[in-house]
């Protein structure tokens, strides 16, 4: 069975910082190209960043550009966001997504961030 | 600038009818276009890829057609269990851009 589980979300100050991962299982991310995709409470989808399956290219919104990172630990079939520099804005629920051009996508359950003092 | 528009933002509709969703966008995204559907509190699920490719598993009251620049979702014979929010979402170009989204409601 194909499966992405999120985690590393919670309650951080302003200014703080989360690291989120998406655990793969039945998929393996390094095939993919893989994408976090985050939506605020009441509102809607909203593509974050991207991966490429091959490692060169790397593709964030303007919104996280300079504060978000991805990246993909292969030996643990992992994805991670590492968020710095948190903003009120940045309240959502993030799921991490792969394959969505292809047959084989998977998307995860998510995993709330709130950002709040 | 790339835009994308989905419409309507909401319908309502009996249980057996025949209901479309449109996206169009301001530039030619070939057939790099997806569907999704998310109910209450859950993820969202994916029903449609490469514009008019149903996802496996997906019922065959769902559809998708479409290329270059408009594109739509077709609901064949509406159910109760197909009431949600309705996405498309472009992957031709970057930012990749999601519709504004389709409530649809089950009278």
């Known amino acids: 069975e194909v499966q992405l589980v999120e985690s590393g979300g919670g309650l951080v100050q302003p200014g703080g910082s989360l690291r989120l991962s998406c655990a793969a299982s039945?998929?393996?991310?390094?095939?993919?190209?893989m994408h976090w995709v985050r939506q605020a409470p009441g509102k809607g989808l909203v593509w974050v960043a991207r991966?490429?399956?091959?490692?060169?290219?790397?593709t964030y919104a303007d919104s996280v550009k300079g504060r978000f990172t991805i990246s993909r630990d292969d030996a643990k079939n992992t994805l991670y966001l590492q968020m710095n520099s948190l903003k009120d804005e940045d309240t959502a629920m993030y799921y991490c997504?792969?394959?969505?051009?292809?047959?084989?996508?998977?998307w995860g359950q998510g995993t709330l961030v709130t950002v709040s003092s | 600038d790339f835009q994308m528009t989905q419409s309507p933002s909401s319908l309502s509709a009996s249980v057996g009818d025949r209901v479309t969703i449109t996206c169009r966008t301001s530039?030619?995204?070939?057939?790099?276009l997806g569907w999704f559907q998310q109910r209450p509190g859950k993820a969202p699920k994916r029903l449609i890829y490469?514009?008019?490719s149903l996802q496996s598993g997906v019922p065959s009251r769902f559809s998708g057609s479409g290329s270059g620049t408009e594109f739509t979702l077709t609901i064949s014979s509406l159910q109760p269990e197909d009431s949600a929010i309705y996405y498309c979402?472009?992957?031709?170009?970057?930012?990749?851009?999601f519709g504004q989204g389709t409530e649809l409601e089950i009278k």
């Open positions: 490469a514009a008019s």
């Open positions: 997504a792969g394959g969505l051009s292809v047959a084989g996508a998977a």
């Open positions: 991966f490429s399956s091959d490692r060169y290219t790397i």
């Open positions: 979402l472009q992957y031709n170009n970057f930012p990749h851009t």
């Open positions: 530039h030619d995204i070939r057939n790099d």
């Open positions: 039945g998929f393996t991310v390094s095939n993919y190209w």
